[in-house]
């Protein structure tokens, strides 16, 4: 279940940060290995990766909409992986531009493109191609943990329009999840186990 979180501080004057669902965030060692990069784990993405709500989409946009104003000009979706949020901006915004470091979930991103207003591009989330005040909104989904975060932020601030949005979104560790019609309890107690182990602190609160 999504819900918003809070904003963030100011970058820079007239520059708006959301952030939203960045609870729960870890590293572990299959993040340190970068797997996401390899064809067969970027397959896995497209197949099973859970999008991010309309809702939550739209929760952005109104942000946006209300220190901003439109019309939209330029999306960038920052280590977008296979796709799946990027499609998403497709329809508020005259142009998208979906960008990972990753060739092969470019590949698969552009394997599924739906839209013609969605472009791919392969770069570091620290690099990005674009001109200096040029872009409405910067979204990076399910993907901050990855970048080197201060130069990240550096990078958003300076390809951000006055009054454009940055937007972190990601899952939340308090989620019921399902499959179908079967599996469920099984699924929530593997979670819970997951979370226990790499998060001991939560599981010590739980405790108390």
Not at 6 to 12: A, E, R
Not at 35 to 45: D, T
Not at 159 to 167: D, E, I, M, Q, Y
Not at 172 to 195: A, F, I, P
Request: with cysteine; net charge negative; aromatic share 10%.
């Amino acid at each position: 279940m999504s819900r918003f979180c809070g904003v963030l501080p100011v970058l820079k004057p007239f520059v708006c940060v959301c952030y939203l669902l960045a609870e729960g965030n870890f590293l572990c060692e299959a993040m340190i290995c970068r797997l996401f990069e390899g064809k067969e784990h970027a397959a896995s993405y497209w197949k099973y990766r859970v999008a991010p709500s309309d809702h939550l989409i739209q929760q952005v946009l109104d942000f946006l909409e209300k220190h901003q104003g439109g019309p939209f000009e330029l999306a960038v979706d920052v280590g977008c992986g296979s796709g799946q949020g990027t499609q998403l901006l497709a329809k508020h915004f005259a142009s998208v531009v979906g960008t990972d470091a990753s060739p092969a979930q470019i590949q698969v991103a552009l394997q599924h493109v739906k839209e013609p207003n969605i472009t791919y591009r392969q770069c570091v989330a620290e690099e990005l191609p674009f001109a200096d005040s040029s872009v409405d909104l910067v979204t990076a989904m399910s993907a901050f943990h990855w970048f080197d975060r201060l130069h990240f932020l550096q990078e958003a601030h300076r390809v951000l329009k006055p009054c454009g949005c940055l937007a972190l979104l990601n899952y939340t560790v308090d989620m019921e999840l399902s499959y179908g019609d079967c599996c469920s309890h099984q699924l929530n107690q593997v979670c819970k186990e997951v979370l226990a182990e790499y998060l001991p602190e939560r599981r010590s609160n739980e405790l108390s």
